[in-house]
């Protein structure tokens, strides 16, 4: 059950508001002489807590090979439709030719992004991945739409604990390449 | 003819189902869900995959009186099989008892998903069948999220091309034999096979010889995993991307009923439908690609007059104009629909122009891709375009404007110059050329107005067997097109002062159903289609043979025992 | 309607002073005196413009720490920022920024919305600001002794009826926001030049309630034939100041003054919360700035009326005065006293500003009639029977 609580009928003194006001002006004179928490940006880099999410970007494993096989589960879960996969197929003559699949060609429309991280949390293969690149500028407005060079770039190497796509199988007791 | 049915009792429930039917097919009409990867309702049963196990059994009978035993409480006792049996393998009996959702069937799945899994691949990332795969569906819903397999995982050939249009992996196939299935009972020869013994079991390919059918791909709809995947719809866009929009095929005039699949514009695939009275399940391969047809290389998508471009309006407007001179022919043709063919007729009869049609003909296969290589003809009979089987020429047409008695011809898509025309006649009258594509008579036409395509548009046709069939729109049209319809009733609106209320499809459909006896009751037909009378052209010679579904004598009679097949 | 009662009379009691004054004995002294006049209205301008170009610095950095920022500190000019110590002083202080911010309204396209009523819209600006210029030069800065040892103010126009004069004319200011808020033609404009006539009629008659009872105090002493000339006022805080006498007369002044200055919390007319911005809505660039440079004018000429009503003018503390045998020193200090008061009481303005809320217009209304007027009234009548006693 609520329970009613009687309002106090403020004082005589108190109806002035004269009291409060003073005390108000007294603290906010007091904050005048408290040091200042201004962050002075471009001269103080700020500090990038852990899981900072900035810029997505492309990764590779250790050994160079482009961890995404486009399989554009981050171009559907991306609430702001920034993602944009091309598929394509890995050449037979390729030594990941066992991985069929990678982008042709992988865009993110840095100006559509929001930072949200689904496509992070939603890639399979861990190659999308936020990192902490949070200035994002250019010219013009197709500058910042950065392709899969670009995401490549900028994302660098991201080793991975199990290497899911290495076939540790000796397939030569089936006589196949794979 | 009264459907025979029995009762039988499904988790508890008692249900009435048709006799004959399988555990699967029972269940799955009161709307129990039993998985399955085998099954197909258009093959043989083979039961090979184990997935739709369940318990079934029969009230208990003493053995030596053949009476009914009761249980304590006095309900009749059920015997239960001892083991489960397979749901696609077992036919319903009276009085048969069928539990799909206990503890011992949820197992059962578990440990079929479980064994399924152990040497498949789960690239699920790279997979084209991913998001309609059944596996996927199923292993997420009944499969462990950590493997119990320590070994290796069995390797085998991927990546193979089979008849230079299907990509076949065998690490992926879980060995359903719906291929093997298909290809023996419906293309009528052997092409895939499994090869080793136990877990090593692989789905291959005959070596050598021919290996093709124009019906092959419909193994990669059959497949239940992404063991078949089509080679040109390999890592083209993922299915969940894709929007599927019901359609007709328009390659003949067996009328196959398919799934148009498209996202943002642009089309990818198309896959059959299910209608049991037309296709059953399945199409023809090169019925999948005539969406190429309309991509950009062929498009007409510029109006122009006298071969220089211009604004769509004034086209239609100059259109309006040289129709007011009179002394028309109208060139019409059986790719557009009912609706549109009717306002055909009303436009004749308005202008007093006399309307031609030229037949399309090709090799009939005797499955689905009919002689007739339009999907509409059977419509032009009865809207009254025409009255007897057109041919292919129009030498007639072509005759009377050197002869100065036709002076203005209205061509809808049809190329002139194949059809008897020479390029002097193209002088000797207006030739306005209206169509989704490029031809040689749109190049040299006085007027020509971009058309839209039959995946552009909305409308009804009729197929071979007078089945009326409706096709939505899948893509937008590009820009400077004009639906047939729309650009119909405008002139129609400036020719015969007549306008319809309000100039769009449904408007057009529902005077059309009131106006041809035939069409009586056609406005919303459902997805099958509907059977319309056909008495009237009993004694027209069709071209087409014999066909899935179609007999030349007696069309009617063989669709609706199909019809009341599948209800 | 007060305003423009006050307003009449007040030009008839001009005309007559200008008729009783003395003639010049020559055309050379008249000119002189002219020019000498112009000069001292330039300086005057010069001094009231300037304070509230700081000021408007100062509202920034005030807010700025009393928020825990730093305020302006990046702007520079390219040349000047150069400068040892005192470009990077200018730098920090957000001094450069007034310039830029100047720069901005003087060089910024100059709309002119095609709705509008033109005449009174493009007046409007110019009734905002005008006002408050013309009132500053009855305001003695200071104070000078003439060579007969007679105390003079430092004050461009010294007459008997100076407080009235500068209440009248410094009412008017409203006018601006009320001729700008009607030629608009657009809602919100409307709403804020209907709030400031209404709240500038109501805390004028609370205003001319507490300044009456301080005219009454100088008008008792005998010495005094013009208690209604504020360097007659200043004069007689020589001893204690009105601020301690009359504490109640003083309060209900000064917080009339915010209201009349449209300060928060009492920003009805502009109160952004609700009317967009209030009069000045459909305004932009350089008549923009106007009305904003005529707000913190007004706020100077205000303090410098409360500080000469109830600050003890141009003198330093209760019970002292800078005296007269210290000559053009201490003619000099009563000037920097002035200003130093001028300062205190902007930065007075601004603290008040980012402490407290604003009212809502109903509180304002209620503030102003139910409690300003009747406290103000009693005060008043209190002090009448306190005196004739």
């Not at chain 1, 013009?140 to 770039?153: E, I, P």
């Not at chain 2, 548009?457 to 409706?470: A, V």
């Not at chain 2, 509907?530 to 030349?552: G, N, R, V």
């Not at chain 3, 932009?284 to 000429?301: A, R, T």
């Amino acid at each position: 059950m609520a329970i009613v609580v009687e309002r106090k009928s403020p004082t005589l003194l108190e109806r002035t508001y004269l009291p409060q006001i003073v005390s108000g002006l007294f603290i906010t004179f007091k904050n005048i002489f408290k040091p200042r928490v201004t962050l002075q940006y471009p001269d103080q880099p700020p500090v990038l807590p852990k899981g900072y999410r900035g810029a997505p970007t492309l990764v590779r494993d250790s050994e160079g090979r482009e961890k995404c096989v486009s399989c554009q589960l981050c171009e559907f879960v991306c609430p702001s439709k920034a993602i944009r996969v091309t598929p394509g197929e890995i050449s037979p003559d390729s030594p990941y030719a066992y991985i069929e699949k990678a982008p042709k060609e992988f865009k993110i429309d840095m100006s559509r992004c929001i930072f949200c991280g689904m496509c992070e949390e939603a890639c399979p293969e861990k190659a999308i991945v936020l990192q902490n690149e949070f200035s994002i500028n250019a010219a013009t407005r197709a500058g910042l739409v950065r392709n899969k060079q670009a995401l490549y770039a900028a994302g660098g190497v991201m080793p991975d604990r199990i290497k899911k796509w290495k076939k540790v199988k000796d397939n030569s007791e089936f006589g196949r390449k794979h | 003819m009264e459907k025979q049915t029995v009762n039988v009792n499904i988790n508890g429930v008692d249900c009435e189902v048709l006799a004959g039917q399988n555990v699967l097919e029972a269940c799955r009409s009161v709307g129990v869900e039993i998985p399955y990867f085998c099954y197909h309702p258009n093959l043989q049963v083979a039961g090979s995959c184990r997935m739709c196990l369940i318990y079934t059994g029969m009230p208990a009978r003493d053995r030596a009186t053949g009476e009914l035993l009761k249980n304590d409480d006095g309900t009749v006792k059920i015997a239960f099989a001892p083991k489960p049996s397979i749901a696609c393998g077992t036919k319903v009996a009276e009085g048969m008892h069928i539990i799909t959702n206990s503890k011992e069937v949820e197992n059962c799945r578990k440990a079929v998903i479980e064994f399924l899994l152990l040497n498949h691949p789960l690239d699920c990332p790279i997979c084209d069948k991913a998001g309609e795969c059944k596996l996927q569906e199923y292993a997420h819903k009944y499969g462990n999220a950590e493997s119990r397999f320590v070994e290796n995982k069995n390797v085998k050939p991927k990546r193979v091309e089979v008849a230079g249009k299907i990509i076949m992996d065998s690490e992926r196939c879980i060995e359903c034999s719906r291929c093997i299935r298909f290809c023996r009972e419906f293309i009528g020869r052997d092409i895939f096979g499994f090869t080793k013994r136990g877990s090593k079991t692989e789905i291959s390919v005959y070596p050598g010889g021919d290996n093709d059918s124009n019906y092959l791909l419909n193994v990669v709809d059959g497949c239940p995993v992404g063991a078949l995947t089509e080679k040109a719809f390999r890592f083209q866009m993922r299915t969940w991307f894709l929007k599927a929009t019901k359609s007709i095929c328009a390659e003949s005039s067996a009328g196959v009923n398919t799934r148009v699949w498209s996202r943002e514009g642009k089309i990818y695939r198309i896959t059959p439908r299910r209608n049991q009275a037309v296709n059953e399940t399945w199409m023809s391969d090169s019925g999948r690609y005539i969406y190429r047809r309309f991509e950009q290389k062929n498009r007409l998508s510029v109006p122009r007059i006298d071969s220089s471009p211009c604004e769509l309006q004034y086209a239609i407007d100059r259109c309006m104009e040289i129709m007011k001179l009179g002394n028309i022919a109208i060139v019409a043709n059986a790719w557009q629909t009912v609706e549109e063919q009717f306002v055909i007729a009303e436009l004749a009869k308005a202008c007093g122009a006399k309307v031609h049609m030229v037949s399309h003909l090709g090799e009939d296969d005797g499955k689905l891709v009919s002689a007739d290589r339009t999907p509409n003809m059977r419509g032009a009979f009865v809207t009254g375009l025409v009255k007897e089987y057109p041919k292919a020429d129009l030498r007639g047409l072509a005759e009377s404007v050197r002869a100065g008695e036709v002076k203005t011809v209205l061509c809808f898509r049809e190329d002139l110059n194949d059809l008897g025309f020479e390029p002097k006649d193209f002088k000797a009258a207006n030739i306005i050329y209206c169509g989704a594509l490029e031809n040689s008579t749109s190049q040299i036409a006085k007027i020509c107005v971009p058309m839209r395509g039959e995946f552009e548009k909305y409308g009804m046709w009729i197929n071979r067997q007078f089945r009326i069939q409706r096709f939505e729109k899948a893509v937008e049209a590009p820009k400077d097109t004009i639906s047939d319809i729309s650009f119909l009733l405008t002139v129609l609106r400036d020719v015969s002062k007549q306008s319809f209320a309000m100039p769009s499809i449904s408007e057009v459909r529902k005077r059309m159903c009131a106006e041809i006896p035939a069409l009586k009751g056609c406005e919303n037909v459902g997805d099958e289609g509907k059977l319309i009378d056909a008495s009237a052209f009993a004694d027209i010679d069709f071209p087409e043979s014999d066909a899935m579904h179609y007999t030349k004598k007696n069309p009617q009679t063989e669709a609706s025992a199909r019809e009341s097949e599948t209800k | 309607m007060d305003a423009f009662i006050l307003n009449f009379s007040n030009f008839a009691i001009l005309a007559d002073a200008a008729e009783v004054a003395p003639a010049c004995p020559t055309a050379c002294e008249f000119a002189l005196n002219i020019l000498l006049k112009v000069v001292f209205s330039l300086v005057c301008v010069v001094v009231v413009m300037s304070f509230a170009g700081l000021s408007v610095v100062a509202e920034r950095k005030v807010c700025a720490y009393i928020q825990g920022r730093y305020g302006p500190n990046r702007t520079a000019i390219p040349i000047v920022v150069a400068i040892p110590i005192l470009g990077n002083f200018l730098k920090k202080n957000g001094l450069m920024q007034l310039v830029a911010d100047g720069l901005k309204f003087l060089l910024k396209e100059d709309p002119l919305p095609a709705h509008v009523n033109k005449f009174w819209y493009m007046i409007a600006p110019v009734m905002a600001l005008s006002p408050v210029l013309i009132a500053a030069c009855v305001i003695p800065f200071g104070v000078y002794w003439t060579d007969g040892g007679v105390m003079a103010p430092l004050a461009v126009a010294n007459f008997d009826v100076s407080l009235l004069f500068a209440l009248a004319i410094g009412a008017l200011g409203v006018y601006g926001a009320i001729m700008a808020g009607w030629s608009s033609n657009s809602k919100f404009p409307y709403m804020g030049g209907m709030r400031a006539s209404a709240q500038v009629i109501s805390y004028e008659l609370a205003m001319g309630l507490s300044v009456l009872s301080v005219v009454l105090m100088v008008g008792t002493n005998a010495n005094v034939d013009s208690p209604l000339s504020m360097f007659e006022i200043g004069k007689a805080q020589s001893g204690l100041w009105f601020c301690i006498t009359q504490p109640v007369a003083a309060l209900i002044f000064l917080i009339a003054l915010f209201a009349e200055t449209n300060r928060l919390p009492f920003d009805m007319a502009e109160s952004e919360t609700d009317l967009v911005s209030g009069f000045h809505t459909e305004y932009g660039s350089f008549k923009f700035g106007l009305f904003f440079v005529g707000e913190y004018g007004h706020m100077v000429v205000g303090s410098s009326l409360f500080i000469t009503l109830f600050l003890g003018a141009w003198n330093p503390f209760p019970g002292f005065v800078w005296p007269e045998s210290w000559g053009w020193i201490s003619s000099a200090l009563s000037l920097l006293t002035f200003l130093v008061k001028i300062a205190a009481m902007l930065f007075f303005f601004i603290w008040v500003r980012w402490t407290l809320p604003r009212f809502r217009y109903d509180q304002v209304m209620r503030i102003g009639w139910k409690a300003m007027v009747p406290l103000a009234l009693l005060n008043f009548v209190a002090y009448l029977v306190f005196v004739s006693i």
